[in-house]
């Protein structure tokens, strides 16, 4: 298209319609940003309050009561990998762990599986380095 053809008034209101064309494309993209915004701020709305909940039925979890037998087997599996373990039932709901050379890292891993799947929790640790990362313990453990 040549536009040394079209007078001045013509060039003005061709470049005055392509603006206008422009910002209603604008206009339009916006308003279609926003919904989708709108939306997605409604989604997260819903996802905290889903979220919340769950923290608030997490700390309510009902955990079985276990005997000490079963309590000891779950600990057993737990600290299978520990080398030189020694597991035996105290008293009644009291559990002991001895185990030489065990990994810091995977203690700490076992605690948090025990505490979080079965509600079974140490009460005493006596815990020795014995060199990079690795450790001697003796553990007390309570149960539901």
């Not at 025990?114 to 313990?137: E, R, Y």
């Amino acid at each position: 298209m040549n536009f040394s053809y079209f007078s001045d008034k013509q060039k003005a209101l061709i470049l005055l319609f392509g603006l206008v064309i422009l910002l209603l494309i604008f206009v339009l993209s916006m308003v279609s940003l926003s919904d989708k915004g709108s939306v997605l701020k409604a989604q997260l709305e819903q996802e905290k309050v889903i979220y919340s909940s769950l923290l608030k039925l997490q700390s309510k979890v009902f955990y079985l009561k276990l005997s000490s037998a079963k309590s000891k087997s779950i600990i057993q599996a737990t600290y299978r990998k520990a080398k030189n373990k020694n597991i035996h039932i105290q008293s009644n709901n009291r559990i002991v762990l001895s185990s030489s050379s065990i990994r810091f890292f995977n203690l700490l891993n076992g605690l948090n599986t025990l505490k979080n799947k079965h509600n079974i929790v140490a009460v005493d640790a006596d815990i020795k380095s014995v060199g990079d990362g690795v450790v001697d313990v003796k553990m007390t453990f309570v149960h539901p």
